[in-house]
C-alpha cells in the first residue's frame, strides 16, 4: 500500500469492523455491513508520513479503528454498507487496481496460527527504517573501542552507504532534516549551517550532527 501512495491505515479499516464486530457479538450479515460502512469510508492517503510531519502520524491508524469500531456499532443497529466493498464494482479492488490482492491468505491457517506469537519488540525505541544505521554505527564503535559515536558521516569512495527506497523517502526527506517536532522519525543532518543552537547530551560535550552534509 505505501509503496503505491496509501497509508496502512487504508487496511485497519476493513479489519476494524471485523475485530469490533467480534467483541460486540454481531451475526454475520452485521459484520459484512460494518465492513461495508467503514470500508467505504476511511481510505487514508500516504501524506500522513510523506513531507512534513504532524500529529496525524500517530493518529491515522487509530482513526481508522475508530472508523471500524462505530461502523459495528451502527451495523448492530440495523445500518447496512455496501457488500461487495472489496471485490465489487468500483470497491477497493477495482479502484486500488496496482495493488495485488491474495484474499485465500485469510484462510491460511484460520484459527490455528496467531500473527501476534511472530511479533517482535524494536531494538531502539525508533523509526523502524532507522535501526540498520544505527546497529551499524554501534558495531563500529564496538570494534574500535569507541564510548562515542564520532565516525565519520561523509560518504567515501570505500563506504557508501545505501538504504531502500521507502527507507530513503522516509528518512532523508529535506523537510526532515533537523526534529522540530515529536513526531519527526529521524534526524539527518541539515543541508547548510547548523541551527544557531545544537542541544547537548546531558554530561556530555558530544553534539549530534554538528557537521553539515550535502543532502543525498
Not at 188 to 214: K, L, N, V, Y
Amino acid at each position: 500500500m505505501r509503496e503505491v501512495g496509501w497509508h496502512h491505515a487504508t487496511l485497519t479499516q476493513f479489519v476494524s469492523p471485523f475485530v469490533a464486530g467480534r467483541i460486540y457479538g454481531l451475526n454475520q450479515d452485521q459484520m459484512v455491513a460494518a465492513a461495508g460502512i467503514s470500508g467505504s469510508s476511511h481510505f487514508t492517503l500516504g501524506g500522513v508520513v510523506a513531507g512534513h510531519l504532524t500529529n496525524m502520524k500517530n493518529t491515522a491508524d487509530p482513526l481508522a479503528t475508530q472508523a471500524g469500531v462505530l461502523a459495528a456499532l451502527m451495523a448492530r443497529e440495523g445500518y447496512e454498507g455496501p457488500v461487495e466493498v472489496i471485490e465489487g464494482k468500483e470497491g477497493f479492488q477495482h479502484v486500488i487496481h496496482n495493488v495485488e490482492l491474495k484474499p485465500e491468505i485469510l484462510l491460511e491457517g484460520l484459527g490455528e496460527k496467531f500473527m501476534i506469537t511472530d511479533c517482535g519488540y524494536k531494538a531502539f525505541p525508533t523509526e523502524a527504517l532507522t535501526h540498520q544505521p544505527m546497529s551499524a554505527v554501534l558495531n563500529i564503535m564496538q570494534k574500535e573501542g569507541r564510548r562515542r559515536p564520532t565516525v565519520a558521516c561523509t560518504p567515501t569512495a570505500s563506504a557508501t552507504p545505501s538504504s531502500s527506497t521507502r527507507a530513503s523517502a522516509i528518512c532523508w526527506a529535506r523537510s526532515r532534516s533537523w526534529p522540530t517536532t515529536r513526531s519527526t522519525p529521524c534526524s539527518p543532518a541539515p543541508s547548510g549551517p547548523s541551527p544557531p543552537s545544537t542541544p547537548t547530551m546531558a554530561g556530555s560535550s558530544w553534539r549530534p550532527w554538528t557537521t553539515p552534509r550535502a543532502a543525498p
